[in-house]
């Protein structure tokens, strides 16, 4: 939300967008400086000194939580609730929260028009959540919490697709 004038027709404000390539490759239709913490960005003249500095903490929580997560992969072939596993009790998470199916249900506040991209169209027609690609129809593929992984975030992160220019559009529900 801080790198306003970095955004374009495929990122913004939890959109973004990637083609994939001929060979099953993410390629990034924006630019480096979306993100926060990219290289580009003076992170202590962007947010000051105690800011970046929380932030700093919280990606290490992140890092940190992730590596525990991939630890307890590795040992029991598992996805682990990494906050209510143990070494007697792996409690394990869905890889998927849903797959594939109609959003009109869902809602959230990422299905609100005003958070879509300038190449996405959010309509809602007779309660129908109708959702475009520079007038393609995206097809919702998935979605899961963020906190299945291992790492605090998004509630929901919805995985959409757009098949004939290969489209693969991220947004995320934050309640």
């Not at 596993?85 to 869905?94: A, L, R, T, W």
Request: aromatic share 16%; hydrophobic share 35%; net charge negative.
């Amino acid at each position: 939300m801080n790198t306003h004038e970095y955004h374009n027709e495929f990122t913004g404000e939890n959109w973004f967008a990637f083609k994939l390539t001929d060979d099953n490759q993410y390629e990034f239709l924006g630019n480096e400086g979306y993100f926060e913490r990219s290289a580009i960005h003076d992170h202590k003249q962007m947010f000051g000194d105690w800011w970046f500095d929380e932030e700093r903490k919280h990606v290490q929580e992140c890092k940190d939580d992730y590596q525990k997560a991939q630890e307890l992969f590795a040992k029991t072939n598992k996805l682990a609730n990494i906050h209510s596993s143990d070494d007697e009790e792996i409690v394990q998470n869905d890889w998927l929260d849903e797959m594939g199916g109609d959003l009109s249900e869902q809602g959230g506040n990422w299905a609100s028009p005003t958070y879509a991209l300038k190449a996405i169209d959010l309509k809602w027609q007779q309660d129908k959540l109708n959702i475009t690609c520079q007038g393609k129809p995206l097809y919702f593929i998935a979605s899961v919490p963020a906190y299945h992984y291992g790492c605090s975030g998004a509630d929901w992160i919805v995985l959409l697709y757009e098949p004939i220019d290969k489209i693969v559009v991220f947004t995320f529900d934050w309640s």
